[in-house]
């Protein structure tokens, strides 16, 4: 024969909470201090000054089943124990805030969408090792500029197409190809303290007018 569960009273009133601990909850209650346990439903995270509700069984446990008020200025808490799974079936999630929102992890964060939208005013990125993956990257930016002590790039094909090229090498500009073609439509200048051209098998200087000297 099953045993019969003997109903127990469940009072509930008003408390104020003097102080936290692992695992409880110390509330003064109407007639005396108790240890409860916050409530799985409660997800604000009970503080000293707290106005909660309290819930007592008669010789049994006593809950915290909700945080009612708290003083002025004091930040809100929400915290479980354990995994965390915000979902919507229908409809999006926003999050909003007036003064800023801080995201604070000690393992990896991912985010996983079909596209991912980021628009700002100012935006920074400080990271010690950056790894970017990807098909395509195109960019539309008014002005760059790069300060890096080395750069390596590994390059199949290069194309450019500017209107002006100003470049300033302080000391060594080396170049090495299988081949060289330079081409200007009008001038082409090369001057230097010194200037050498060589050859292993033929060098030839061809213009309708050539000046040596």
């Known amino acids: 024969m099953a045993a019969r569960l003997r109903a127990r009273a469940v009072f ?3 408390g104020e909470v003097v102080g936290v601990r692992p695992g409880a909850v110390r509330v003064r209650a109407a007639l005396a201090e108790v240890d409860a346990r916050r409530a799985v439903s409660c997800l604000v995270e009970p503080a000293a000054g707290d106005r909660v509700l309290l819930a007592i069984e008669e010789g049994g446990d006593a809950f915290v089943l909700a945080v009612l008020e708290r003083p002025e200025g ?4 929400l915290a479980v124990d354990g995994d965390l799974e915000l979902r919507t079936r229908r ?4 999050v909003a805030a007036q003064q800023g929102i801080d995201v604070a992890a000690g393992a990896p964060v991912r985010v996983a969408a079909p ?3 980021v628009t700002a005013v100012e935006g920074r990125l400080a990271v010690q090792v950056l790894d970017v993956f990807g098909a395509v990257v195109k960019a539309e930016l008014g002005k760059v500029k790069t300060l890096a ?3 390596d790039t590994v390059i ?3 194309s450019q197409r500017v209107r002006r090229s100003y470049r300033t090498v302080e000391e060594i500009d080396q170049v090495r ?5 330079y081409e200007a439509q009008g001038n082409a200048r090369l001057h230097g303290e010194n200037a050498l051209v060589t050859a292993e098998v033929l060098a030839k200087v061809n213009g309708a007018q050539v000046h040596l000297g």
């Not at 004091?74 to 808490?77: E, F, K, L, N, Y």
């Not at 409809?91 to 926003?94: C, I, L, N």
């Not at 190809?177 to 073609?181: C, F």
């Open 177 to 181: 190809a299988r081949q060289i073609d």
């Open 115 to 117: 596209a991912v939208d």
């Open 149 to 151: 002590r080395s750069v």
């Open 12 to 14: 509930e009133e008003f």
């Open 74 to 77: 004091a930040p809100t808490i």
């Open 156 to 158: 199949e094909r290069l």
């Open 91 to 94: 409809g999006k999630v926003t």
